[in-house]
């Protein structure tokens, strides 16, 4: 355990957010600060929705040189930030603080730690045709990051097709040239762009353990099977949206890159160094009881 190596220098960062104990970040991080042999230390920190601006101002008392942010402080956060990056303003969350020189500076790596992951899988979305499912916080990411590396057109379905609209006329504001649009989350919409999609990305919840026999790909309407599919979802590893994608010849990217792309970039930004997200993967691997031989 990470905690045997604590001595009277180390250096902490942490998890605020409400609950906390199921986050795979901090195995992932103490893994990480091991491996390169920093006194380092991610420690979570369950913190109820009124106390948030006490917990910041004591994560700075107490020399606290970050933390990630999770459900459902990423908005509530914001107003205490003296600074914030480009992508945490346009997507309109934090996930990473970085407290320094007395100053909190808040950072999204949620679009990063997406399209490093594609990346990593060897898809650029680059002039690409995107489909995205679900508009969430995790769709605004999504849609920046795929804005930001230029796809050639992102097209937004949801099942509350308002909260679509929403997101499009927001991020179009950010990215002028980029091409976005929206339709609901039905059959007849994903039917209709069948033949025009290079990637298709789930961002929502469905799916997602504990029911993991839920997909948001309706039965009725086929793979288009020349596209990569993508799903935010980590637990289960294999969802039923990337069996499905599988099983119809779709090449398939899980939600385990993210987290841990997400994870590496806030890394980068508290110790300035870069981490080994093998080791990473390594130990989200175990917190989420996966054997590597058999997802490698
Ligand atoms: P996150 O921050 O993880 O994106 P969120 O902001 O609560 O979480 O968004 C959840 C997304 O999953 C939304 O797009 C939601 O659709 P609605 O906006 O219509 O609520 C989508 N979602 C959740 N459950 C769903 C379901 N059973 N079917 C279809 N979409 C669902």
């Known amino acids: 355990m990470a905690n045997s190596t604590i ?13 906390v104990e199921h986050s795979l970040s901090p195995a992932m991080h103490n893994a990480a600060f091991a491996q390169l042999g920093l006194d380092w230390a991610y420690v979570p920190l369950p913190v109820q929705p009124s106390n948030v601006r006490h917990a910041l101002q004591g994560l700075a008392a107490l020399n606290f040189v970050g933390v990630n942010v999770t459900v459902p402080h990423k908005q509530a956060v914001i107003r205490y930030m003296d600074e914030l990056s480009d992508a945490a303003r346009i997507i309109g969350a934090v996930n990473t603080i970085h407290l320094k020189d007395g100053r909190m500076l808040g950072y999204n790596t949620d679009a990063v730690g997406f399209l490093n992951s594609l990346l990593e899988a ?32 992102v097209t937004v379905f949801n099942r509350t097709a308002e909260r679509a609209a929403f997101l499009v006329d927001d991020l179009a504001e950010a990215f002028p040239d980029s091409r976005l649009a929206f339709a609901p989350l039905t059959s007849e919409a994903l039917r209709q762009m069948d033949h025009h999609v290079d990637l298709v990305v789930n961002t929502t919840s469905v799916g997602m ?43 398939t990217i899980d939600g385990l890159g993210m987290l841990v792309h997400q994870g590496a970039y806030a890394f980068q930004q508290w110790t300035g160094q870069q981490p080994n997200v093998e080791v990473m993967r390594r130990a989200c691997m175990a917190g989420l009881k996966i054997d590597p031989q058999v997802t490698d």
């Open 122 to 153: 060897g898809c650029d979305p680059k002039g690409r045709r995107v489909s995205v499912l679900g508009a969430g916080g995790a769709a605004r990411a999504v849609v920046f990051a795929l804005c930001r590396a230029e796809a050639d057109a």
């Open 209 to 251: 353990s504990p029911h993991p026999e839920n997909c948001p790909w309706p039965e009725d309407v086929p793979i288009p099977n020349d596209a990569t599919f993508c799903d935010l979802v980590y637990n289960p590893l294999e969802t039923i949206f990337l069996a499905r994608a599988r099983l119809a010849g779709a090449a």
């Open 7 to 19: 001595t009277g220098k180390t250096t902490l960062v942490g998890l605020i957010g409400w609950p």
